[in-house]
């Protein structure tokens, strides 16, 4: 059975300090070509495969062989973003040197604790943390720098959640002592 999504794997991490995700990838001897957005980074394993455009000339990254990087980032000042490492192509067993890397990521990431897993049976110490669709996606791992960041209260939201939503979500912290920026 293949699988027909791409291959996730969630991270916090405090966003001031260097992506430990993006680093990882480049100390692989799989080098990536990189290139930088204002999400995080795009990884182009050139020596495993060629990139494949759609009719608009966009990237087809479904099958390309591409990872995405989505570095936590702040939002309204006191909010980290959940981070997110993508193997985007579908399935992922086209290319086998992508499917090795990310069999390596999973044991190097899997060395950190989970802080969250959304099943009814997985950890939920840090529920209280993880706000709006955050706790709609999971298994969440804590790095380093967000094992401080926890233990001293820190929220982490998902990195896609909406001005409406932060709006709603700041008014909720408001009542918690907890007060946002009003903008990004």
């Not at 405090?14 to 290139?35: I, K, T």
């Not at 995080?40 to 495969?49: H, P």
């Not at 840090?126 to 720098?145: M, T, V």
Request: net charge negative; charged share 20%.
């Amino acid at each position: 059975m293949t699988k027909n999504v791409p291959a996730y794997s969630r991270f916090v991490e405090a966003p001031d300090v260097p992506c430990s995700a993006l680093q990882w990838f480049r100390d692989q001897d799989l080098a990536p070509n990189e290139h930088a957005f204002d999400w995080g980074t795009a990884l182009y394993f050139s020596s495993v495969g060629q990139l494949h455009h759609k009719s608009d000339g966009t990237i087809n990254s479904e099958h390309s062989p591409v990872v995405t990087v989505h570095a936590p980032q702040v939002r309204r000042g006191i909010l980290w973003t959940v981070g997110e490492v993508r193997f985007c192509p579908v399935p992922l067993s086209r290319f086998p040197e992508l499917e090795r890397l990310r069999q390596s990521f999973l044991r190097w990431i899997k060395k950190f604790p989970l802080i969250y897993d959304h099943h009814p049976a997985g950890e939920h110490q840090f529920d209280y943390y993880l706000e709006g669709s955050a706790q709609n996606w999971g298994p969440i791992r804590g790095l380093p720098s967000d094992q401080i960041a926890l233990e001293n209260r820190h929220y982490s939201i998902s990195r896609i959640e909406s001005n409406g939503s932060l709006e709603a979500l700041c008014r909720k912290l408001a009542l918690r002592g907890v007060i946002c920026a009003d903008q990004d």
